[in-house]
């Protein structure tokens, strides 16, 4: 049976991959684009403060060409953070001590971001970091086709079904939770209420399709990729723990309801999962695919003075503040998120639990994650809020630990 579900995810893949090679293949007409608004988009600036998928909202909108949008994202941060550890209570350490942390102003983050309307209800967006802390050179978040309106007659019964279905297929920030739009993204944090988000960050870009029906504030999803954050061609291997040389697609699933009950409340609940059977060749990447970097500086990292540490140790501390628990062979990952607003006051729940393992080991292992955030919103058009948020994390970081580890952090934030 597991066979056949593998099968039939790598054929689904295969079919939805091929749906933007088909599509920009059709030359329609005049391509001059002017500068406007595309439809079916999640915006950047405060208003999309609270926006999670995008919505059929401007399905009797009137087409009037194709139209074209650039648009930026640029953050500035200043950092004043004090941390200490007490190697003594570390098992087996002997030597080491954290980067000494010092207050001052960090490297500014930069996105750019094309959104194109291609036709009545077909979208395009593509999404750049020119500055990260991960990378300082250019970089290609990623570009996918979304499809809200068949650009073709596809009869009585695909017409209606697209009233409330999309289609989106590239290489894209797959939708696994909710917490990933509450999250920072290089120089895009205008809806990330705190300076970072999750502990165990789970965000990352993979290739692949997802398929939304959404009703009456009812919605569903499912999603299959590739389950790395880039392409990979090359051959997958066996391990002395592992002689399973597959690699299998991962699936998504979502599902959940999103509603105002009346002006001045909404409430939302969604469940997700992520699952991948096997995966021997770069490995999977829910938990390690951002390509922009934490934006906390050296906190909690080992090692020497960063102004004498090497260009590739600095690379490599751009998790700081993150915790990856290292599933890149298996994994099975349920996030379920809860959301509310009633007037000024939000809140925004998240718990996770993840199963799944290594290529260099034979034992599943499990991570837990609960994270509550509350938040006052005040002032004209709300601009103003403070909040505070509470985040804990236990797991076994390996199958030679006896015992998980637990890892809590508490914020409090004041923004405009």
Known sequence: MKNYITNAAKLLLAIVMVIPVVTMAQKQGDETFTYGNPFFWRPYSQNGIGVFETTKANMSKKFEGKTIRFGAGFTQQYQSIKHSNDLSTIKNV????????????????????????????????????????????????GGYLQIDKLPFDGGEFLNNLMKYATIKAGHFEVN????????????????????????????????????????????????????????????????????????????????????QLSEKVRVRLSGSLYSNSSNAGSGLTLYSGDRTGSNYQNVMEVGANASTGSAKAYTEMMSSGRYNPGFSKKITAIMINGFAKVYGFESFLTYETAKGRSKTETVERTANQFAIEGLYRFG????????????????????AYTKDI???????????
């Open 380 to 399: 004209a058009n709300e601009k103003f809020y403070v909040g505070v948020k509470y985040n804990t994390v236990t797991n076994k970081p390996t199958a």
């Open 94 to 141: 002997t030597s080491g001590r954290l980067f000494k942390l010092v207050p001052g102003l960090m490297t500014a983050q930069a996105n750019l971001f094309i959104d194109a309307q291609l036709a009545d209800g077909v979208t395009l967006n593509v999404t750049n970091y020119m500055s990260a802390r991960h990378h300082n050179e250019f970089w290609v978040k």
């Open 406 to 416: 637990t890892i809590t952090a508490a914020s409090v934030w004041m923004k405009d």
């Open 176 to 259: 696994y939770g909710d917490a990933h739009f509450r999250r920072p993204d290089g120089g895009n944090t205008l809806q990330a209420p705190f300076m970072e988000g999750n502990i165990m960050d789970a965000f990352a870009t993979e290739i692949g399709g997802e398929i939304y029906l959404q009703k009456d504030g009812l919605f569903g999803m499912l999603g299959v990729t590739n389950g790395m954050i880039k392409g990979h061609v090359d051959s997958t291997f066996a391990t002395v723990a592992d002689a399973n040389a597959d690699r299998n697609p991962s699936i998504i699933l979502k599902a959940g309801f999103d509603k």
